[in-house]
Nanobody
């Protein structure tokens, strides 16, 4: 059983910062892509950022310069540092991971339960 648990969401004023964390636990051989998505109220879920076991992380253009994604492979954790937050960043933020389950490279995709981020004065 694999679980993804996000933390770090909350209420913040415009211009503020939050750092989200997502810990992957359970039966894990290794983790390939780890990503953050978000779903604003009344809208579809959208990709925010992605990290890979090696290589350069990807941030969606509209969030470049404000958001930073990083991961700690030893801790099976991915982070999303969000600065200069705007009301339009209000959303439920979800962690997503491609988890390799065993030496046969059997891989499954998992989602966290989401963490609410509200940007409001």
């Amino acid at each position: 059983q694999v679980q993804l648990v996000e933390s770090g969401g909350g209420l913040v004023q415009p211009g503020g910062s939050l750092k989200l964390s997502c810990v992957v636990s359970g039966r894990i051989f290794k983790i390939d892509t780890m990503a953050w998505y978000r779903q604003p109220p009344g809208k579809q879920r959208e990709l925010v950022a992605a990290t890979f076991r090696s290589g350069t992380p990807t941030i969606i253009d509209s969030m470049k310069g404000r958001f930073t994604v990083s991961r700690d492979n030893a801790k099976n954790t991915v982070y999303l540092q969000m600065n200069s937050l705007k009301p339009e960043d209000t959303a439920v933020y979800y962690c997503n991971a491609d988890v390799v389950l065993d030496v046969t490279m059997r891989t499954r995709n998992y989602w966290g339960q989401g963490t609410q981020v509200t940007v409001s004065s």
